[in-house]
């Protein structure tokens, strides 16, 4: 899946969340996520106009679901569970710091729905003890660096992750340099994760990494297509109608 997060940038307006809705139920995204922070966060000064009502979820999933398009959340309330159940969102997110909290994982797992885990910084010792405690649950496990700069990318983790682990492993993006979706591409992510913003000129909470909904449909087909260049992991013979093409570029005279 190619997953378009709105995750806070709706900057706890309807009228604001209401647009992303309205532009992305006409995008060829896969599915889309919005995140939902702990109590406490919500009760600093300087987020707390960031929460939305529950009931806006459900809207969300609905109109999504009508047109083909998955709807999950990245939850980090342990305690709202069983209200984004009865909303039957499509799938979980976990957020980072949440990798080893087991009690909270355990009920995602009860649910039976898909399951991403994002690795965020977390040591292969942390990741090992998910890995190892629930087998044979539907568990993705996300390659992020959680940090802006192309050089913390690290990639290559999308590689190391798959040999260590039996699971699908996603990628998601949270660096400045968006070209960094298209590289990903090329190790081949079972989805790709990648925040937008609204084209109004103000701060979003994930403004540095996020995608203006303007470019959506263009990062969406240039993804798309990339992954058709991937083809198989073998070589053979293959017959051409004129070698001419391959043996000269020249024009024909």
Known sequence: ?????????????????????????????????????EKDFYLKEQYAEL?????????????????????GVALANHSLVDTFEEINVDFYKTLSWDINSFDFIDRLVETEKPIFISTGTSST????????????ANIT?????????????NLLAIDFLKNRYNLPIAFSNHCENANVLYTSVGFNPSDIFMYL????KIEHIDEKHS?????????????????HSLGVANKFDVEIEDKYLILNTKDKK
Do not use: C, W
């Open 1 to 37: 899946m190619i997953v378009a997060e709105v995750g806070l940038n709706h900057m706890g307006r309807l009228g604001y969340s209401f647009k992303y809705l309205e532009r992305l139920v006409i995008s060829d995204i896969d599915a889309v996520t919005y995140q939902v922070r």
């Open 197 to 200: 913003k609204m084209d109004k």
């Open 141 to 153: 496990f996300i390659h992020t660096q959680l940090q802006h700069e192309i050089e913390n990318v």
């Open 211 to 227: 995608i203006r909904l303007s470019k959506l449909d263009d990062v969406v087909y240039n993804l798309n297509e990339l992954f």
């Open 51 to 71: 929460e939305l009502p529950l009931d806006h979820y459900k809207l969300i999933k609905n109109n999504l679901n009508q047109v083909g398009i998955k709807f």
């Open 125 to 136: 010792f942390k990741i090992d003890m998910v890995f190892d405690r629930y087998p044979g």
